[in-house]
């Protein structure tokens, strides 16, 4: 609840969503954020364990331009990130 309360004054260029957290899942969070001025196209990644191929469409369908899984090498996050973000229209 505080990183929507947070996101009201601030305008992210990425979104890094975790899916599972303790209060608010991250498709309810992406939802909540979506319907925040200027939040609504931001691009959204999805952090997760959940690696079916379902699962990673249902993600998909809930707004996430893309997924990082669960185990994440933290050293090579940041380049991860920088593929995704590198090809966003």
Same mark, same amino acid.
């Given at each position: 609840h505080s990183a929507i309360a947070a996101a009201a004054g601030f305008r992210p260029e990425l979104l890094l969503i975790d899916v599972m957290m303790p209060d608010m899942d991250g498709p309810t969070t992406l939802a909540a954020l979506r319907d925040l001025p200027g =939040?609504? *196209?931001t691009p959204a990644i999805f952090i997760t364990a959940k690696v079916q191929p379902d699962e990673i469409a249902q993600l998909q369908n809930h707004g996430a331009v893309d997924i990082i899984t669960k185990p994440f090498d933290p050293m090579? =996050?940041? *380049?991860?990130i920088r593929r995704i973000w590198d090809k966003l229209p």
């Open positions: =939040l609504t *196209d090579t =996050l940041s *380049d991860q």
